[in-house]
């Protein structure tokens, strides 16, 4: 259930149901996160996909794939690191933080709770 580093931006099958793409700046708009994601509504959670792209302020970008999530919350922490959370259930869920810098995963941990 962990997100994925890629090479190129993950490109969804046709037909696939998709809600509309949000943008996220950073605190400073330095660099913006769009975010795509299937529709819960008409795709089962054990097949939902989001499409992460950073569009950098120096051109550049990088790309990130999560699978298998109820939902998926991104949040910028400063103008370089973005935490990313993806809820598996009413018990679980992955809380990630990537630098869109460095493109690499500075925190990747399951968490279970309990109500």
Request: with cysteine; aromatic share 14%; charged share 30%.
């Amino acid at each position: 259930y962990y997100a994925k580093i890629l090479k190129e931006e993950y490109k969804f099958p046709a037909g696939i149901p998709l809600r509309e793409r949000k943008e996220i700046r950073s605190p400073k708009k330095i660099h913006v996160a769009k975010l795509q994601v299937t529709n819960a509504a008409k795709v089962p959670y054990d097949k939902a996909k989001a499409s992460i792209v950073f569009d950098l302020s120096n051109g550049g970008k990088r790309f990130i794939l999560a699978e298998k999530f109820r939902t998926i919350k991104l949040k910028w922490i400063n103008d370089r690191l973005v935490f990313i959370d993806c809820n598996i259930g009413h018990v679980a869920s992955v809380g990630q933080v990537y630098d869109v810098e460095e493109d690499r995963w500075i925190y990747q941990k399951g968490e279970s709770y309990y109500y």
